[in-house]
C-alpha cells in the first residue's frame, strides 16, 4: 500500500510539470525494487539516484533549495569553494551533441544565459527575480537527453579520487531539489519509507553515484581500511552515511 501511494503521488507531481520521466520517478523505482529486495533478503535498502534529468524543465526554485542545502551543510566538504552542476550526455556514453551545450533560466519575459564549460560544468548563482518568477532551467538539448548532477569537490583531488564528506554533500543538495520537485505527498511517503526526513542521514543508506568514465573497480579508503563498493559500468554504490566512514575518507575510481 505504501509503495503504491508513493507511486500515485510522484505520477500526481509528474503529470503536473509533464516530467513523468523526471528523477522522482526513478528515485520510487530505486526505493521500492530495493525495499522489497531488503524485505527478502534482510538486508540494507539503497536508493538509485540517476540524476536530474530533463534541465530544460527544471524549477529554479528548486535548484535554489540545492543552494540552501550546500550552505547549511558546507561544514561536509569545507575544502569546496562552490557547488556546481555538472551536465551528462544521457544515456551514458552518448555522444555530446553536435552544438555546444547551452543553459539558461527562463522567468517571466527574461532569460538569463549560464555559462557551461567544455567539461559539462555550470555555477548556477542566485536569482531573486527568477525565483519569484517561479523561472525554469532550459537548455538547447532534447528532453531526456541530459544528465544534471550537483558537484562538490575539495580542492587538490585528482578527477578518479572523491571525497567521502564531498559526496555527502552531493546527497544533501539532490534530496532537497527532488524533495522541492516531488511536492508534499510523495516526500511524505518516502519519509515515511525511510522512517527519516533526513534521507541522507540513515544509517543504513545506499546512494549510487555516476562516475565521468567507464569503471573498472571502486574502493572506499581510510588509513589502513580498504573495501571494494559495488559498481555498474557507469555507477557505483556507496554506503553514504556509514558512521564507521568519516568524512576524509576517499573513493577511489579506477577507470577502464
Same mark, same amino acid.
Given at each position: ?11 500526481r507531481?509528474?503529470a503536473?510539470?509533464?516530467l513523468l520521466g523526471?528523477v ?8 521500492t525494487?530495493?525495499a522489497?529486495?531488503?524485505r527478502?533478503?534482510d538486508?540494507?535498502p539503497?536508493?538509485?539516484v540517476?540524476?536530474m534529468?530533463n534541465?530544460?524543465l527544471?524549477s529554479?526554485r528548486?535548484?535554489s533549495? @540545492? !543552494?540552501?542545502?550546500?550552505e /547549511? %551543510?558546507h ?6 569553494a562552490?557547488?556546481r552542476?555538472r551536465? $551528462? ?10 552544438e555546444?551545450?547551452?543553459?539558461r ?18 555555477t ?6 527568477a ?7 532550459v537548455?538547447n538539448?532534447k528532453r531526456?537527453?541530459?544528465?544534471g ?6 580542492a @587538490? !583531488?585528482?578527477?578518479?579520487? /572523491? %571525497?567521502?564528506?564531498d ?5 544533501e543538495?539532490?534530496?532537497?531539489v $527532488? ?5 508534499f505527498?510523495a516526500r511524505?511517503a518516502i519519509?515515511?519509507?525511510?522512517k527519516?526526513?533526513v ?8 546512494l549510487?553515484?555516476h562516475a ?33 566512514w568519516p568524512d576524509d575518507a576517499?573513493?577511489e575510481?579506477?577507470f577502464?
Amino acid at each position: 500500500m505504501m509503495f503504491a501511494a508513493i507511486d500515485a503521488a510522484l505520477r500526481r507531481g509528474a503529470a503536473r510539470r509533464g516530467l513523468l520521466g523526471w528523477v522522482g520517478m526513478l528515485v520510487l523505482a530505486g526505493l521500492t525494487a530495493s525495499a522489497g529486495i531488503a524485505r527478502a533478503a534482510d538486508t540494507a535498502p539503497s536508493v538509485e539516484v540517476k540524476g536530474m534529468k530533463n534541465p530544460e524543465l527544471r524549477s529554479y526554485r528548486s535548484v535554489s533549495a @540545492g !543552494l540552501d542545502a550546500f550552505e /547549511r %551543510r558546507h561544514a561536509l566538504a569545507p575544502g569546496a569553494a562552490a557547488l556546481r552542476f555538472r551536465l $551528462l550526455a544521457a544515456p551514458r556514453g552518448a555522444a555530446p551533441g553536435p552544438e555546444p551545450l547551452a543553459l539558461r533560466i527562463v522567468g517571466e519575459g527574461e532569460a538569463w544565459p549560464l555559462a557551461v564549460d567544455e567539461e559539462g560544468l555550470v555555477t548556477i548563482p542566485r536569482n531573486q527575480q527568477a525565483y519569484d518568477d517561479d523561472a525554469e532551467l532550459v537548455s538547447n538539448r532534447k528532453r531526456g537527453q541530459l544528465i544534471g548532477l550537483p558537484e562538490v569537490r575539495s580542492a @587538490g !583531488l585528482p578527477q578518479h579520487v /572523491r %571525497r567521502l564528506g564531498d559526496l555527502r554533500l552531493e546527497c544533501e543538495v539532490l534530496t532537497a531539489v $527532488l524533495k522541492v520537485e516531488m511536492g508534499f505527498l510523495a516526500r511524505s511517503a518516502i519519509s515515511a519509507l525511510l522512517k527519516t526526513t533526513v534521507w541522507c542521514g540513515k544509517p543504513d543508506f545506499k546512494l549510487k553515484f555516476h562516475a565521468l568514465a567507464r569503471l573498472d573497480a571502486v574502493s572506499l579508503v581510510y588509513q589502513q581500511r580498504r573495501v571494494a563498493l559495488e559498481h555498474g559500468e557507469w555507477d557505483y554504490l556507496l554506503p553514504i552515511s556509514d558512521p564507521s566512514w568519516p568524512d576524509d575518507a576517499l573513493v577511489e575510481l579506477s577507470f577502464k
